[in-house]
């Protein structure tokens, strides 16, 4: 009982909900599923690897105006990652970048320490009882390129989940990036949270992740989601439940992280903007708040709040102390 109080106030998870699963804790498959961009990964992958080439202000301007452009013309059809497509071509025609650069570009993305540490830790202590996915709009061109180069891809156990994308050779003998969407394998997806994009949406991919896990005769017990932004917003208030935790990153986005690479400490991931909270906010705690006042939904799940390495490597340390141990 010490040891349930101790946790439940650590996490802040009401100690009457820690009783009433605690009887099946110590045989139960615990899934962490993870976001990818400002998660593991401490930028914005789609910006971050042009901006290698083309520098922070001309890859912003870039991508502003083409988002402009798609918003003002009906003739026009560029979704996010056709930008992105667009972006990465410029980086290699007009950057100077070879495909093995673009490569390399993904693998140096910054990441904070205690994150990484994170991660193995669950891995390490959690042992068959634990596994871990990442569920990203991202694509996996450039998500699997930075987990081997450091260290991480073999704690994903469950898989990625995210849009396809591959290096190719154009119409016009050109290098290029080709991004195809994670959603289209489903025919698409009418989710009204995610506006009939054809981005992913979190909510249909999970679902579908957890539906051939129950095929396979392994639905887990419990669910730990670790995000950052409004898209994770979806899964958070439609698939999880009362029994899972969601760790949501606060805070703003600092402005300077196209011109980071590697591990970083806390201190020295910390920027101006950050310190000055004028940045753009992460996502998913406003999106959360504005289901709640528009009157649609709150989350079944607790929410937990992190901000630093730090704080998200203490949270997931309690949880792998109670649930795991």
Known sequence: HNRLATTAIAIGVP??????????????????????????????????VPAQFLGHDATSDGFRDLIRKNGTNDAVDLDWHKCVEIMVGRAMNEGGATPNDILAAAARMPFLDQVQLAIGEISEKGGEHVGQMILSDGNILFITMFLQANDMKKCFDEGIMTNI???????????????????????????????????????????????????????????????????????????????????????????EANGRSGAETDEEARDEREESKSGTSFGILPALEKAKVDGEKVPKCHVAEWSSGADLRSLIGDVIRFWLS
């Open 15 to 48: 100690i009457s909900l820690l009783h009433r699963i605690a009887s099946a804790m110590n045989s139960s498959y615990v899934l962490f599923v993870w976001d990818f961009d400002y998660t593991v990964v401490n930028c914005n992958s789609d910006e971050y």
């Open 165 to 255: 994308g591959e290096l190719v050779t154009s119409e016009e003998g050109k290098p290029a990036l080709k991004v195809e969407h994670q959603s289209a394998k489903y025919g698409g997806h009418k989710c009204p949270r995610c506006a009939g994009s054809p981005n992913l949406c979190k909510t249909q991919a999970l679902e579908d992740k957890l539906g051939k896990m129950q095929m396979d005769g392994r639905v887990p017990a419990r669910i730990v989601y670790v995000g950052d932004g409004a898209n994770d917003a979806c899964p958070a208030l439609n698939v999880l439940r009362e029994c899972d935790i969601l760790l949501a990153r606060r805070g703003v986005k600092r402005s």
